[in-house]
């Protein structure tokens, strides 16, 4: 079975400081990998995925996640965070051929500070 | 285009009590997935639909159940509630299960069970 770890549970980082969210998971399986924002009161949002090919992927708010497949590790990074980025991070992963089934980490507060 | 729609977003309940929560997929998606999240256990996979069709199911007991309806719409039920089964139930609409694409997921049912 697959699982997904995320060590961090909150992260506070002043504004304009870089920041990485730390995601390793564990399969026995190719995998898909995805990091979803979670704001308050609302649903999941799709930040980025790692599907094949290129192990650098980018979001278009200046996230990016690299795919390490020796170090089974997909963590989230940002140059420059802004207090807008104040959310719940989740690192998941699905298997590849078995559906939509994602299996979740246990979540990363992100605080950004002034 | 109108996003994932879940309805009814808050409902209180007793224990012993059955619920039904319903959930819209956008408009062309006929995958529809169910999680339920919970401070302790975090984001936890139910179950999945395609095509009217259970595809998937996590590690829940029968209580939880669901079913997809012919115009993608789906339901969950979880009958005889007990006060675990507080949670934030979000679903996930797909165009179908082959897991690369992206989920979008709606903004949730919060359920309390009092």
């Known amino acids: 079975a697959q699982s997904v770890t995320q060590l961090d549970s909150q992260v506070p980082v002043f504004e304009e400081a870089p920041v990485e969210l730390r995601c390793n998971y564990s399969?026995?399986?190719?995998?898909?990998l995805f990091w979803y924002v979670q704001y308050p009161n609302q649903g999941l949002q799709l930040l980025l995925k790692?599907?094949?090919?290129?192990?650098l992927v980018e979001s278009i708010n200046g996230f990016e996640a690299e795919f390490n497949k020796s170090q089974t590790s997909f963590h989230l990074r940002k140059p420059s965070v802004h207090i807008s980025d104040t959310a719940e991070y989740f690192c998941?992963?699905?298997?590849?051929?078995?559906?939509?089934?994602?299996?979740f980490g246990t979540g990363t507060q992100l605080k950004v500070e002034l | 285009k109108a996003g994932v729609t879940q309805t009814p977003r808050y409902l209180i309940k007793t224990r012993g009590q059955q619920v039904t929560l319903s959930c819209s997929p956008i408009?062309?998606?006929?995958?529809v997935s169910w999680y339920q999240q919970t401070p302790g256990q975090g984001l936890q996979f139910l179950f999945e639909?395609?095509?009217?069709?259970?595809?998937n199911k996590g590690n829940f007991p029968g209580r939880f159940s669901g079913r997809q309806f012919s115009n993608s719409r789906s339901e969950m039920n979880v009958s005889t509630l007990e006060l675990g089964d507080s949670a934030l139930y979000l679903c996930?609409?797909?165009?179908?299960?082959?897991?690369?694409?992206?989920?979008?997921f709606g903004p949730g049912t919060r359920l309390t069970v009092l």
């Open positions: 996930a609409s797909s165009l179908d299960p082959a897991g690369a694409n992206e989920q979008f």
């Open positions: 399969s026995s399986v190719s995998v898909y």
């Open positions: 790692y599907l094949s090919g290129s192990t």
């Open positions: 998941a992963v699905g298997l590849t051929g078995g559906g939509n089934k994602l299996t």
């Open positions: 408009s062309g998606h006929r995958s």
């Open positions: 639909y395609f095509s009217e069709t259970q595809r």
